[in-house]
């Protein structure tokens, strides 16, 4: 195909193309751009006789890509990239008119505790757009970019896909959350008596703490895996139990249900909260202004988050 072909092409074919070569599957293409079933099956039509190959095979419940579509796919997903990236470069963006809908994952952590903060902000400074948020921890966040689902995500992300890019925002310091009326903070000897509560998406009761307790010969006392933070508060009031925390997940809990938070008594490493987007979306005027307010609200210590959205969105709203 030369260029002069290209005007027989429809990038809104080429869209459905690369999410049927990560869904699978019709109803989910469907869904996720918001098109009947009818117009993805038009679609596949349209796209088999452009590329003359029958692309997908259904296989039971699965449309099997052939390796024609392999090929094609290899080469199509850097292409739509940069065209959306041209395309980025040449739109303005007005944060206080703006409709736009933006696709972000967020871990469980920062749902629960920064995301309230980023969206009072947001109602002041771009009250008509629209976030969807999707959960993503550290082993979602790369196969949710890859596919396009999301164009930002913020999490301690591991491994990601080969185009993304990413930005430190800050430290994960671990908090001890308790709710008893004992005076005064937990000696290591009570630390390790008492019961705990642990957050995991994955079920997992091991942990850092217990690695570092380990090698002091020593270990603590589990009792409780529970998948989202949200449910730690109720669980914690009125009991013996604590929970080791992100500072900023025990700055948003504290005072709920009596809880308050301390330094827990063992050197715990610290991990990193990062800010991860697709390269597609680099330098899209819209992507761009939501990722400098996810870094400036986000990337502060818990002091200054809250003064920074106090004062952020007053001086939003006078204006």
């Known amino acids: 195909m030369n260029r002069n072909d290209l005007r027989r092409a429809d990038i ?11 869904e699978q599957n019709v109803s989910r293409v469907g869904e996720k751009l918001f098109l009947g079933q009818p117009a993805v099956s038009a679609a596949l039509g349209r796209l088999r006789h452009l590329f003359d190959d029958p692309l997908f095979i259904r296989t039971g419940r699965v449309m099997e890509p052939t390796s024609r579509a392999q090929e094609i796919f290899s080469n199509l997903t850097p292409a739509l990239d940069s065209i959306a ?11 206080t008119t703006s409709e736009a809908t933006f696709h972000i994952g967020l871990s469980d952590d920062v749902e629960y505790a920064l995301l309230p903060t980023l969206l009072r902000c947001l109602r002041v400074d771009a009250p008509n757009i629209r976030l969807v948020v999707r959960r993503a921890d550290q082993w ?3 196969q949710l970019l ?10 301690h992300a591991l491994q990601l896909p080969a185009n993304a890019r990413s930005k430190h925002l800050r430290s994960i310091r671990p908090m001890l959350l308790r709710a008893d009326s004992q005076v005064g903070a937990l000696t290591l000897e009570e630390f390790c008596r008492r019961p705990h509560a642990v957050v995991s998406s994955m079920g997992n009761v091991i942990e850092n703490a217990d690695r570092a307790l380990h090698s002091l010969g020593r270990q603590r006392k589990v009792v409780l895996a529970v998948p989202q933070f949200s449910a730690l508060p109720m669980l914690l009031e009125g009991s013996s139990m604590i929970a080791i925390v992100p500072e ?7 005072g709920s249900g009596g809880l308050r938070a301390e330094a827990v008594p063992v050197v715990l490493p610290q991990q990193e909260l990062s800010m991860v987007w697709r390269g597609a979306a680099h330098s899209d005027p819209g992507e761009r202004w939501l ?12 002091e200054e988050l809250a003064r920074q959205n106090m004062s952020s969105c007053i001086v939003a709203a006078a204006a």
């Open 12 to 22: 809104n074919l080429l869209v459905v193309f690369e999410t049927m070569m990560h």
């Open 248 to 254: 900023y997940v025990a700055q948003a809990m504290s």
């Open 146 to 155: 890859a596919s396009g689902e999301i164009s930002l995500g913020i999490s």
């Open 291 to 302: 990722r400098s307010r996810c870094s400036a609200l986000l990337g502060a210590q818990p």
């Open 140 to 142: 979602q966040l790369p």
């Open 85 to 95: 990236a041209a395309l980025g470069k040449c739109q303005t963006f007005d944060p």
